[in-house]
């Protein structure tokens, strides 16, 4: 239905900053929750950061303050912005869209293909 792209990852230093952006198409975005989820290596899957339709957002302990996720309705993309980045921020991370909860991570049904976030001195 909504297909998600991820773009942005990247190499950097820690302390550095990366800005990861999740463009949406085949249906309208602003109809869905977007959620940031990143996988470490050896690690499962956990929830980063969330932008519900009216602009909610969450964001889990570890990145709170360091982070900031965005949607822009008109070009049908999302984005979030990792400042300070740490070595333990390291993953792949991935967008997804979701209708109902945008905290609940059995709502989010549609996932990008992953983008790599490397953070190493």
């Known amino acids: 239905q909504i297909q998600l792209e991820e773009s942005g990852g990247g190499l950097v230093q820690p302390g550095g900053s990366l800005r990861l952006s999740c463009a949406a198409s085949g249906r309208t975005f602003s109809e869905y929750h977007m959620g940031w989820f990143r996988q470490a290596p050896g690690k499962e899957r956990e929830f980063v950061a969330a932008?519900?339709?009216?602009?909610?957002?969450y964001y889990t302990d570890s990145v709170k303050g360091r982070f900031t996720i965005v949607r822009d309705n008109a070009k049908n993309t999302g984005y979030m912005q990792m400042n300070s980045l740490k070595p333990e921020d390291r993953a792949v991370y991935y967008c997804a869209a979701a209708t109902g909860y945008y905290r609940n991570y059995e709502c989010y049904k549609y996932w990008g293909q992953g983008t790599q976030v490397t953070v190493s001195s």
């Open positions: 932008i519900s339709v009216s602009f909610g957002t």
